[in-house]
């Protein structure tokens, strides 16, 4: 079982770094491999909704990060989105990864288009997470939904979305003992249900 974990924050030593690091030690603490990518390394650009992956079956449009992590989404049983809050929804790396997930779709010439997707050949899982500084869970906004939403046609059964809050400085979530338990709990439930097994 192979989970890909995406972290859509700027600061690669941030607090969603820490927190995907946590779950990932979770998922590979069951016995699932891990691997992580920081999006802030990829250079991805937006999806210009040419429509070239309707016949190409995968984005030709760009030569850019996505080329290298479209294999890896195909081979993983499972992803892990994490996105800093960024004026209530998620990061502009984040949701520019998600638009470049069209080019799993294929699509029908009525309107409006039927669609499926070839990301939903076998049971494929997901876990999301949202981390913010404010206090009230309204200050996420629509993060999470933004990192969920788009999963589940892909193919994804959302497993766990977590928010998490009150986290400014780089890394502060660290500190918070309490939440990396939650996120290593995550992770452990996650690999848990790739592997159909239960975790005691
Ligand atoms: C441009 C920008 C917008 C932000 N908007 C919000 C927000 O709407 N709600 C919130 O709770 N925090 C917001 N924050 C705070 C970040 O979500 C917070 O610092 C988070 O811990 C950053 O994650 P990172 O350390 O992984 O980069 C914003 C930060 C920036 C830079």
């Not at 700027?10 to 779950?23: C, F, K, Q, S, Y």
């Not at 499926?116 to 997901?126: E, I, Q, Y």
């Not at 709990?185 to 097994?197: H, I, K, N, V």
Request: glycine share 10%; with cysteine; hydrophobic share 40%.
């Amino acid at each position: 079982m192979k989970v890909l974990g995406i972290n859509g924050s700027p600061r690669a030593r941030g607090n969603t770094g820490r927190l995907l690091a946590e779950i990932l030690h979770g998922v590979s603490d069951a016995g699932a491999e891990v691997s992580a990518v920081n999006l802030s390394e990829y250079t991805i650009e937006g999806c210009v909704g040419c429509e070239r992956c309707r016949r190409d079956l995968t984005c030709t449009r760009r030569n850019d990060g996505m080329t290298l992590l479209y294999p890896r989404i195909v081979e993983a049983d499972a992803l892990v989105l994490g996105s800093p809050v960024y004026h209530y929804n998620v990061t502009s790396l984040m949701k520019a990864f998600i638009d470049r997930l069209y080019a799993f779709y294929d699509f029908t010439d009525d309107r409006p288009r039927g669609y499926s997707s070839r990301l939903a050949d076998r049971p494929r899982k997901a876990v999301v997470f949202a981390v913010g500084e404010q206090a009230d869970p309204a200050d996420l906004g629509v993060a999470l939904e933004a990192l969920s939403l788009p999963l589940r046609p892909l193919g994804y059964e959302v497993v766990a979305e977590l928010p998490v809050l009150n986290c400014f400085e780089p890394g502060v979530v660290g500190k918070k003992e309490g939440v990396l338990e939650q996120a290593y709990r995550c992770g452990r439930d996650l690999a848990a249900g790739l592997s159909g097994t239960m975790v005691l």
